[in-house]
C-alpha cells in the first residue's frame, strides 16, 4: 500500500453516529417499551422502517424494510409513527455539545458529525470518550465514535464497534483492517458498484486494489479516483464547519409600489421557482412557506404555512405562498414581498414522508 503523508497522518478525525437514532429517542420518552424490538416507520400498507433499535435489528429488521414485511418476522414488533420535530430536537441538543469540543464539526446528516480536533492536545481517544460520557448523561442517548486521520477511516471506524463503541483505526491498522473488506463497505461504491464489482470477480479491498485509478474511474466515473485513494488509507477531504441553515428566501423592494393583489402573483410564482432550484442544488426538503410584505408606510406583513409534508418542488411553494396571499385583504399598497421557506430537512430523509 502507498504510505500517506505524515501530515495527513497527523490529522486527529471523529465521526459521531448516534445509535439507531430514531427508535433511541423512542425509547427514551417511552420508558415502558425498554427492553423490547421497536422500529419508527410508516403504518399504512406502503409504509417502511425509517430505523429499528438493535433488539429488532436481531430479528433482521433493518431501515427501509417494508413495515409489514417487519411485522411478519418480528410480530412483537413495537411500531411507532415518527416525530421528526423531536428528532430534530435532540438532535441539536447533540450537536450543540459537540461543538462545544470543536468549532472545526461538520453535521453531516441529523444524527452524525465529522470533528476535526487536530488542534486539541488530548489524546484522540481520551476526547471520544468525555464526547460518548456527555451525550449519554446530557441527552440519555449512546453514540458511536470512530477515530482515525481522515474521515474517510474515521467513518469507518464509528461503524465497527456499534452500538456504543469507540473504535480508532491508525495508520499502523490500515492494512489490516481494509485488505480483507468487503468492497460494499466503501463509501461510494453503493450496492449497485458491489454487484458490478462481484460480476468481475472483486470481492474485497484486496482484489479492488489491482484495479488502476483509470479502471476505477471508468467503472464508477469522478468517484473512482475518490476511491482509489480511500482503499488505500487515503482521503484528503477537510471537516468543513457549516452553520445549518434555517431558511431560504427570496424578497423584492419594487421600484414602485403595488396596489393590485394580482400583481404580487407574479413575483410569488418566480420566488417560489428560486427557492425551490436552491432547495434542489442542495439536496434540502422545507415544511413551512412564509410570505412578508412591506407596506408604503413601511408596515411589516408576515404569514405563515406548515405543509403536511416536506417539499422542494415549486409548485407546491408557490400555492402556499399564494394562499397566504389570498387571505390578506390588502388596504395599501405594497413595496416589498418576499417569500420564504423553513423547518429544512436534507432530502436523504426524504423516506420520512411515509411516516405520516
Ligand atoms: P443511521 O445512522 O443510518 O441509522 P441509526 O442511527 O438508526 O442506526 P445506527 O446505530 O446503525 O447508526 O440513520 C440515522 C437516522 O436516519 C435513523 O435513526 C432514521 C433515519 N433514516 C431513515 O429515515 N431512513 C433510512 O433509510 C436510514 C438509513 C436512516
Ligand atoms: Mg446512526
Known sequence: MNAVKATEKQKKILHVDLDAFFASVEELDHPEWAGRPLAVGGQGPRGILSTCNYAARAFGLHSAMPSFLAKQLCPQLVLVPGRFSRYKE?????????????????????????????????????????????????????????????????KLASEWQKPHGIFEITCDDVPRILLDLSVERIHGIGRHGTEKL????????????????EELKSLFGKQGAYIYDCIRGKDARDVH????????????????????????????????????????????????????????????????????????????????????????????????????????????????????
Request: hydrophobic share 45%; proline share 4%.
Open 90 to 154: 435532540m438532535s441539536e441538543q447533540v450537536l450543540h455539545i459537540l461543538r462545544s469540543y470543536t468549532r472545526t464539526m461538520e453535521a453531516v446528516s441529523i444524527d452524525e458529525a465529522y470533528l476535526d480536533i487536530t488542534s486539541r492536545p488530548e489524546p484522540a481517544l481520551f476526547i471520544a470518550h468525555a464526547i460518548q460520557d456527555e451525550v449519554a448523561e446530557q441527552t440519555g442517548l449512546s453514540v458511536s465514535i470512530g477515530v482515525s486521520y481522515n474521515k474517510f477511516l474515521a
Open 198 to 213: 462481484k460480476e468481475i470477480g472483486i470481492f474485497t479491498v484486496r482484489d479492488l486494489l489491482v484495479l488502476t485509478e
Open 241 to 356: 464547519p457549516v452553520r445549518p441553515r434555517k431558511s431560504i428566501g427570496k424578497e423584492r423592494t419594487f421600484d414602485r409600489d403595488i396596489t393590485q393583489s394580482e400583481d404580487l402573483i407574479g413575483p410569488i410564482v418566480e420566488y417560489a421557482h428560486a427557492i425551490s432550484s436552491t432547495l434542489q442544488k442542495r439536496a434540502l426538503l422545507a415544511r413551512s412557506v412564509h410570505i412578508k410584505l412591506k407596506t408604503d408606510s413601511f408596515q411589516l406583513i408576515t404569514r405563515s404555512h406548515q405543509l403536511p409534508t416536506w417539499v422542494d418542488d415549486p409548485a407546491a411553494i408557490s400555492e402556499a405562498a399564494l394562499f397566504l396571499l389570498h387571505q390578506l385583504t390588502l388596504s395599501q399598497p405594497i413595496r416589498l414581498i418576499g417569500v420564504s421557506v423553513s423547518e429544512l430537512i436534507s432530502a436523504d430523509a426524504k423516506q420520512l414522508q411515509f411516516l405520516r
